[in-house]
């Protein structure tokens, strides 16, 4: 998977390109008088030592800091220089080396003559200095959101102006004191909003300095070498911080209907057939679908009536491949997805937040989680269970079935002959098997052993690609794939085949194509053709920072790697037309993503019509839930969506949502997106409380 748990730091290619990728600040100028100060973080996944950060404080205000990790074989090689004033104002600036998926790094910043200035391997400008202002970079250690906390703590309300573009704002959350041994530490929680579509969390020392201590999320953590341990409880400080900023926008962005609901004269997708209908009126009473009526139905009780002329009704969106977690279940939600399948998380964290949000405490789609297991190896990724043997993989599918899973996803380090038992053991307890295929495996063999669905359409052409020699654990997954990828015919004799095993064996094909359209096509400095059409809707940071990509795509390889992502929307095309069934997944960030991949299966040759029926249909059937979601009729779940204009025959009208049904709760794009910094792409539709007089 391109996104997984690093998801919520921004550090996978997609999310990385939201730029300021969970940074976390190290840096504190030195002071006159002090002697230079050392200071060593360590990083660690699943309480497993991954990687460390360790800064040098000088006492002339230079601070040089060295960074790495590696998890599910990837990670950052990050130098870092910075200048501080003895206000400490952040002087310049300078990042190298190479991002999580290998690009090279180059970025600085610059306070120079009444000037601030900057460059990066996407972008550089200009601006006349203003002293207040904070710099956002690019990329980066885990280093700077310390130094913007600290920044924006020194400035009127914790507010400031920030370059290149937009405004940060600072808030102090939770405070705890530590002790351990002889050693205590008072520390402070604080959350950056501004940079990205959810606040920045980071632990400050409590002390003058407000020296860099931690950050942190479920699976995640960087701290200060010798505090470890106390990590947990930190984490639960912040969970309970940011459970409370998400109720309070729950309580605000969700709105129950009390009584009736009609969307009245509205156009309604038959999802099963994949046809617009005529115009109806959708009544909705008590989370259902009460009734599809002809337009022009005459109301025979009070209800709030919703004007539907001009849109079209469709069921709410399926995104087949997440990886969940708070803030990213908004976005899903303003996107239209009413529901998600998680494909690996942390089984504890997921079951909490599945908790919350289906206690209205938090906004988001209902999850149907899929269970994660994965091979244990220098190259794991560490979700779900991490296993040593077949008894043990099989002991992760008991306890998954035994919590109500209903699907099992292996990983890439899973051996390749414990694929067969171990799919074996999944589908006599009624479980779905699917995943990535593991290392030095072919997809066919995969599938002859027991795989019901493929996750990436990466991995199927490595069914054609991989040798002997090739370790799909590391980055070779994705450069194999773009270097050769080109070599593939989709008509050709091997593709056929292999098409034709997997219709004959009902095996589902998760392409998630529109992660790998950046990845593959978009060079650094190049707008992310994935998002371009959205960027001036996004904050200022995040519209920035999809101007980087993580892969290294250059002159030597720009060619090779457009026609190989050709050939794979090719291969989408082939798949769908020779009847086998697609879903709709992103692995990227929610929403917009979906969006895209609707519009990339279009490009493939799927008519829009058929592109729909796949995010809804197809996905409420595979998930086990076409008894209750994925169609508009009566008696199922009110899972809506009204989209100004017909996404039938224009597929982009899918991004002009004007209103979400989770059973049977509004809720408005509009209202969701700019809490959390987005402008609208559409207002909410007219509505209007119509009292009825029974007598």
């Not at 400035?155 to 290149?164: C, N, T």
């Amino acid at each position: 998977m391109l996104c997984d748990t690093m998801a919520r730091r921004c550090t996978a290619p997609v999310l990385l390109l939201f730029g300021m990728v969970g940074l976390a600040g190290v840096l504190s100028p030195g002071r006159a008088g002090a002697q230079a100060v050392t200071a060593v973080y360590t990083v660690s996944f699943q309480g497993q030592p991954a990687g460390s950060l360790r800064s040098t404080a000088d006492t002339d205000g230079r601070v040089v800091a060295d960074y790495t990790y590696r998890d599910n074989g990837r990670g950052p090689d990050l130098h870092e220089e910075a200048r501080f004033a003895a206000d400490g104002r952040l002087l310049d600036y300078r990042t190298s080396g190479k991002s999580t998926f290998g690009a090279p790094l180059a970025e600085s910043f610059r306070r120079s003559d009444g000037k601030a200035s900057w460059t990066s391997t996407a972008d550089r400008g200009e601006a006349a200095d203003d002293p207040t202002a904070v710099y956002v970079p690019l990329e980066g250690s885990p280093q700077m959101t310390a130094v913007l906390a600290r920044s924006l703590l020194q400035a009127p309300q914790g507010r400031a102006r920030a370059y290149p573009a937009g405004s940060l704002e600072v808030r102090k959350l939770a405070e705890t004191h530590l002790l351990r041994g002889e050693r205590s530490a008072d520390v402070a929680l604080y959350a950056v909003s501004g940079v990205n579509f959810y606040p920045l969390f980071v632990w400050l020392r409590s002390e003058p300095a407000l020296r860099y201590f931690a950050d942190m999320y479920p699976g995640y953590q960087t701290i200060e070498a010798g505090w470890e341990a106390d990590g947990p409880r930190l984490l639960a400080l912040q969970l309970e911080a940011e459970k409370q900023l998400l109720q309070a926008l729950a309580e605000r962005l969700r709105h129950p209907v009390d009584g009736l609901l009609l969307i009245r004269d509205v156009r309604v997708f038959d999802a099963e057939h994949a046809r617009l209908t005529g115009p109806s009126d959708v009544y909705v009473r008590r989370g259902r679908i009460a009734a599809v009526l002809a337009a022009g139905s005459k109301l025979s009780d009070a209800a709030t009536v919703v004007d539907g002329r001009g849109r079209t009704l469709l069921p709410g969106l399926f995104d087949m491949h997440g990886h969940e977690w708070t803030w990213n279940a908004m976005l899903q939600i303003a996107g239209g997805v009413t529901t998600v399948r998680d494909l690996g998380n942390q089984n504890d964290y997921l079951r909490d937040l599945i908790e919350r949000i289906d206690g209205g405490r938090s906004v988001g789609p209902r999850i149907v989680p899929a269970g994660f297991i994965e091979g244990a190896s220098p190259f794991s990724a560490r979700n779900g269970f991490v296993v040593k043997s077949v008894d043990e993989a099989n002991a992760a599918v008991d306890w998954y079935a035994q919590h109500g899973y209903r699907q099992v996803k292996l990983y890439n380090s899973m051996r390749p002959e414990w694929v067969k038992p171990v799919a074996a053991h999944a589908h006599a307890l009624g479980l779905r098997v699917s995943g990535h295929i593991p290392a030095f495996m072919r997809a066919e063999e995969a599938v002859r052993d027991g795989y019901d669905e493929i996750q990436h359409i990466n991995q199927v052409m490595l069914n054609f690609l991989v040798t002997p020699q090739d370790d799909t654990r590391t980055l070779r997954r994705f450069t194999l794939v773009g270097d050769t990828a080109l070599t593939v015919d989709p008509d050709g004799p091997a593709a056929r085949r292999f098409i034709a095993l997997l219709r004959e064996r009902h095996v589902a094909v998760d392409p998630t194509a529109a992660v790998f359209e950046a990845s593959f096509l978009q060079r650094s400095g190049e707008r992310n053709p994935s998002f371009e059409m959205i960027a001036d809707h996004m904050p200022p940071a995040v519209a920035r920072a999809w101007l980087f990509n993580s892969m290294d795509v250059n002159e030597g390889n720009a060619t090779r790697y457009r026609a190989s992502y050709e050939v794979m929307l090719k291969m989408v095309g082939r798949l769908h037309r020779a009847g086998v069934t697609l879903l709709a997944g992103t692995d990227g960030i929610a929403g917009f993503t979906l969006h895209r991949e609707l519009e990339l299966y279009v490009q493939a040759g799927i008519p829009p019509a058929e592109v729909l029926r796949i995010a809804t249909w197809n996905g409420a059937r595979l998930a086990g839930l076409a008894g209750e979601t994925g169609s508009i009729a009566t008696g199922k779940r009110a899972d809506m969506i009204l989209v100004d204009g017909d996404p039938t025959q224009r597929i982009g009208d899918i991004r002009r949502i004007s209103l979400v049904l989770k059973e049977g709760v509004m809720m408005f794009p509009a209202e969701v997106y700019e809490s959390i910094g987005v402008r609208r792409f559409v207002d909410p539709p007219p509505m209007q409380r119509v009292e009825v007089n029974s007598h």
